[in-house]
């Protein structure tokens, strides 16, 4: 993947909105002038959602699940005039991979559903993706960048964000050319992508010229004592940091207390509104790095922000955007298929390869087209800190390229 910093610019593209009645217990559509009767005797087609709507990573599962209903209701009309009753089921992964594997196995039961947008972590997304595959059940997924998911050679697994290596590759860059790091201590906690992203961080770390002073690990949530001493001791330019936001933030808390000032940097966990709540005046001036930028950094993402915020009373964050592009790909997908055979139930297998050759242009996070493993041919990693006021801001923009 090629990697080159450039400035921020804005992503175009979203097409009028076209609202429909939504009944949010059942995802069921219709159309305007329809009615529950009409709407009933249409065929259903549903896309399925796969994201963590409890747990400690339950906010950007929620973003997840509630772009796809938006994505779902402009939809739903289109759809109907074809014959079909758009909708979508949503399953709670708990961010847990046996729990995955559950609600993976009831999603392949279900006949009505033809492809899945999910999850946010690369594990679960894994885990799904093996079930999904014999029954070739299309996995789209707005967040997870595991670069497994991909190198299996799953033909049902296409992502629209920048993979693991390339995030690792983007951080080290970011920490030698805009922080002038030489040196960095590496943190993680007992997550399951903790280490997956160190992997990518500390691969990358000597093509740059930085030095690996110091390597922690904790699982604990109120005592951070031992990281502090080890830190201390190797004295690094930056800390950089992978795990949940629980530990992250009594981290670096714990780093101010003890008078320790160097750079602290992380990964999207940090995002987290918790994390600033949690780590207290010591969030200012952390930097993290993610696949998704804040949703406002789009801003041709205004109409989906608007009705976003309007439906949920929360503002979107960059993986609510991200979802939404997801499900733009699945009914790309729907779209295509439906075309070839005009009238007639799509199969799981006929949408499977019409996602993976989708070319859509002018998206909310750009122009989507995936490769032969099911890789985005450009995407981009943002690098972000948190200001005085305790609002992210991007300072970096990377862009990715696919080989």
């Not at 629980?246 to 320790?260: F, T």
Request: net charge positive; aromatic share 8%.
């Amino acid at each position: 993947m090629k990697l080159g910093f450039k400035g921020k610019r804005v992503l175009r593209g979203l097409a009028p909105w076209t609202l429909a009645l939504w009944t949010l217990g059942t995802g069921t559509l219709l159309g305007h002038g329809g009615s529950a009767a009409q709407a009933q005797n249409l065929a259903a087609l549903n896309l399925g959602v796969l994201a963590p709507l409890s747990g400690p990573q339950k906010n950007v599962g929620l973003d997840i699940r509630d772009a796809v209903s938006l994505c779902v209701e402009q939809a739903g009309p289109e759809f109907a005039r074809l014959g079909f009753r758009l909708g979508f089921r949503a399953f709670d992964d708990e961010h847990r991979d046996t729990v995955a594997k559950l609600r993976a196995e009831a999603m392949v039961k279900d006949r009505s559903i033809l492809a899945v947008v999910g999850s946010y972590s690369s594990s679960v997304s894994l885990t799904a993706a093996a079930l999904f595959s014999p029954p070739k059940l299309a996995l789209i997924t707005p967040a997870s960048s595991g670069t497994a998911l991909t190198a299996i050679g799953f033909d049902n697994v296409n992502r629209i964000v920048a993979r693991e290596d390339a995030l690792g590759e983007a951080f080290a860059t970011f920490l030698a050319l805009k922080l002038k790091a030489r040196t960095v201590h590496l943190v993680e906690d007992n997550s399951a992508g903790a280490s997956p992203l160190l992997e990518g961080v500390s691969g990358a770390l000597e093509a740059q010229g930085i030095k690996l002073v110091g390597h922690s690990r904790t699982a604990r949530e109120t005592d951070f004592s031992q990281v502090v001493d080890e830190v201390k001791k190797s004295n690094p330019d930056v800390v950089f940091y992978a795990g949940e936001y629980g530990p992250g933030a009594g981290i670096v808390r714990a780093m101010r207390a003890a008078r320790l000032n160097m750079l602290f940097i992380g990964g999207d966990a940090l995002s987290d509104p918790s994390f600033k709540k949690q780590a207290g005046s010591a969030f200012e001036g952390v930097y993290m790095g993610t696949v998704a930028a804040p949703a406002a950094l789009f801003k041709q993402a205004k109409a989906f922000g608007d009705a976003f915020r309007a439906r949920f009373k929360r503002e979107a964050s960059g993986y609510g955007v991200l979802s939404f592009d997801a499900c733009q790909v699945a009914l790309q997908g729907l779209r295509k298929t439906l075309d070839q055979n005009p009238g007639k139930m799509p199969t799981r297998a006929q949408i499977q390869a019409a996602v993976r050759q989708v070319n859509l242009v002018g998206q909310l996070s750009g122009d989507i087209r995936f490769d032969s493993r099911g890789e985005r041919l450009k995407s981009a990693v943002f690098l972000e800190q948190y200001g005085q006021d305790g609002l992210l801001r991007v300072v970096e923009l990377v862009s990715v390229r696919t080989k």
